[in-house]
């Protein structure tokens, strides 16, 4: 604490990010990054950025990539907003959308920024809490004094909520928004963009940073009524006009515009996926459902934080959560079918051999 001290910053509790071990050949699972390049349609638009006009700012309103997101949803470019990661859009839909005195709702096992925003912006949050198979009850999100935040599929337990449900959380929050947080529902089933058009308290925010591989490039967006979409602008332009950089407007365009690589590299992790679950199974792991790119798995017989020691000893960084309720499971993001490979290898190497049932 400093004398100079804000009480906004006196107040802040800020999120620690997963480690970015800056060790040549660590195996890293840790952070939900995708492991394949993004399109090399993104890489020629950023070198033809280069040699064009960064000299000049760039477009306050991003209108070429929000026109490209708008397209990819079938949607209108005054429906889609973009900012620097999804990260400052949640940022900024906390201060356009909450109220401090109106309690929020999100599970008690989330996304661990909803939290420190919820702290920053002075805006009371009750958590909702999990059933015991990490699955969400709809009804607990009904009628919320302030509104609501699930991300789906849900981080770290990786679950979806089906449509149906997010539906009667909608209907049953009339006069309050709720915020449907989608960074990985490109390796699910069904978006809810689809809900947009029917309900005007429905802001779905989304990412490049998973399945289009650009988390280094910071590009996230939400979708909803334009007059959702007026709310960010209005405090995006109140602190910063150029959230997103000239390269990053036109790798992100590019992205959006190589609909084949997208299906391509999506349609490979989910295929890892469903190896990688199968042979934790094998191993005696519990391992959820997943509808995201990484699995969330607890062994009966051995310690989530002991595994997470030792494979970091070995070179393969995956994600524990130090937190009640999930202290036994890990988190690993899905990685090249090589990487999956070498992780299951250490893995046998360091677990029991599974009794016979
Ligand atoms: C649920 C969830 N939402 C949002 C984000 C932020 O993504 P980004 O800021 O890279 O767009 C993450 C990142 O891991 C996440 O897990």
Do not use: C
Not at 202 to 211: A, C, E, G, N
Not at 299 to 326: C, S, T
Not at 331 to 352: A, F, M, N, V, Y
């Amino acid at each position: 604490m400093n004398k100079f001290w804000s009480d906004m910053v006196k107040r802040a509790e800020p999120y620690v990010p997963g480690e970015q071990l800056n060790v040549p050949d660590i195996i890293k699972l840790n952070t939900n990054e995708n492991p394949y390049p993004p399109s090399p349609l993104v890489r020629e638009a950023i070198l033809e950025e280069l040699e064009g006009q960064l000299r000049l700012y760039p477009s306050p309103t991003a209108d070429g990539l929000r026109l490209a997101i708008a397209e990819t949803y079938g949607m209108s470019k005054d429906e889609v907003f973009v900012g620097n990661g999804s990260d400052e859009v949640l940022a900024f839909s906390f201060m356009a959308f909450f109220h401090p005195g109106k309690p929020i709702r999100f599970p008690n096992i989330t996304y661990s920024f909803y939290p420190v925003y919820a702290k920053l912006f002075n805006i009371p949050y009750e958590l909702v809490r999990v059933n015991e198979d990490f699955t969400l009850r709809a009804e607990s999100f009904f009628g919320s004094e302030g509104g609501v935040i699930i991300p789906n599929p849900n981080a770290p337990t990786s679950l979806y909520m089906e449509l149906s449900s997010i539906e009667s959380i909608l209907i049953n929050n009339p006069d309050t928004v709720v915020i449907i947080d989608e960074a990985y529902i490109d390796f699910a089933t069904v978006s809810a963009v689809e809900l947009v058009k029917s309900y005007n308290n429905l802001l779905v925010v989304q990412t490049t940073s998973k399945s289009r591989s650009l988390a280094g490039m910071r590009v996230g967006y939400a979708i909803g009524h334009p007059d959702l979409i007026e709310a960010l602008v209005r405090i995006k332009d109140s602190v910063n006009s150029y959230t997103i950089d000239r390269l990053a407007i036109a790798g992100a365009t590019a992205a959006f515009k190589d609909r084949e690589y997208f299906d391509y590299t999506v349609k490979k992790i989910k295929k890892t996926r469903q190896r990688l679950i199968k042979a934790l199974e094998e191993m005696g792991f519990h391992v959820l459902p997943s509808q995201a790119n990484f699995v969330f798995a607890s062994h009966a017989e051995r310690a989530a934080v002991e595994l997470y020691m030792q494979l970091k000893g070995e070179g393969i960084l995956v994600r524990h959560f130090n937190q009640p309720d999930i202290e036994n499971y890990l988190r690993i993001s899905i990685g090249t079918d090589e990487q999956i490979h070498s992780l299951l290898r250490k893995l046998q190497q360091l677990l029991p051999v599974p009794r016979q049932r």
